[in-house]
């Protein structure tokens, strides 16, 4: 079981569902090359390079495959990319409001990824938002041990993470291309869970009407819809009490339970 974090995001903000996931299985988390505690790296990078270098670490560390793959947001375009070039290890995949190379098709031309990319915040932005950032992750953290809840909340808040964090959210449509010019996800057990709750102090602007949060939901299940009805067993999971960077935090009971039910039906 690999949990592949979403922009912005590390390892150990997914160690809650991984401690119990690890009552059950193997279960690991990581950085990416470039962020959180791993070496710098000048990011961003393809989905092969990050692909091919998780695979690397995995089996430098001992973790036998074939895997079952977590990706959360950011986290999708490298675990397809992951099967696309290793489609023999790969088992199945709990997809945890994840993107997809086909978002654009879905999704208003407001919300698009080259809109993402450009509504991004930058690092002059995300400094005046620290304050309000650190409030957020130690509210997030609280139930984390004692010795993690302080460094993690401050590396978060950091420049050198904040810069990660941006530098990942670009480029998206060069990452779908990419993903494009390869195979489907191959023919593996699939739970998606779709999170169409409202981001919490969102607003509508001049720039996002307040129809494209709508819209953005009903995108998102048909996106995922047609995620899950392209493999012989993939199931929908619509998530409305959460949103979507909150949701290992809030519901981490509808994660274990996807990952159980996917390990169950995936082969050995």
């Known amino acids: 079981m690999v949990f592949l ?10 160690f809650g569902v991984q401690q119990e996931v690890a009552q059950f299985t193997t279960a690991v988390v990581y950085d990416r090359g470039g962020t959180g505690y791993s070496d710098p790296l000048r990011l961003p990078r393809t989905a092969a390079a990050v692909a091919t270098e998780l695979r690397e670490l ?3 560390q001992g973790v036998a495959g074939p895997y079952v793959l977590v990706p959360h947001s950011l986290g999708g375009f490298y675990a397809h990319r992951f099967a696309q070039l290793y489609p023999q290890d790969v088992v199945g995949l709990v997809w945890l409001d994840a993107f997809h190379r086909d978002w654009d098709d879905f999704m208003p031309p407001s919300a698009g990824l080259a809109a993402v990319e450009r509504m991004g915040p930058d690092l002059e932005q995300s400094e005046r938002m620290r304050p309000a950032l650190r409030e957020m992750f130690a509210e997030l953290l609280a139930d984390y041990p004692e010795h993690l809840q302080e460094p993690l909340t401050e590396a ?5 993470w904040m810069r990660a964090g941006i530098a990942e959210r670009t480029r998206l449509t060069e990452l779908a291309r990419e993903l494009r010019a390869g195979p489907d996800l191959p023919d593996v057990p699939v739970v998606a869970l779709s999170v169409v709750g409202a981001e919490p102090g969102r607003q509508a602007s001049a720039t996002e009407p307040e129809r494209t949060p709508r819209e953005m939901n009903d995108g998102r299940r048909r996106m ?3 995620l899950v009805s392209a493999v ?3 199931e929908q999971r619509i998530i409305s009490d ?6 290992c935090f809030d519901r981490p009971d509808a994660v274990v339970d996807a990952i159980r039910d996917v390990l169950g039906r995936a082969r050995p």
């Not at 978060?156 to 050198?160: L, R």
């Not at 959460?242 to 949701?247: C, F, G, N, P």
């Open 5 to 14: 974090p979403g922009a912005g995001a590390v390892g150990l903000d997914y």
């Open 58 to 60: 995995l089996r430098a």
């Open 156 to 160: 978060h808040v950091s420049d050198a």
């Open 224 to 226: 995922d819809a047609a």
């Open 232 to 234: 012989s067993y993939g």
């Open 242 to 247: 959460t949103s979507h960077h909150r949701l």
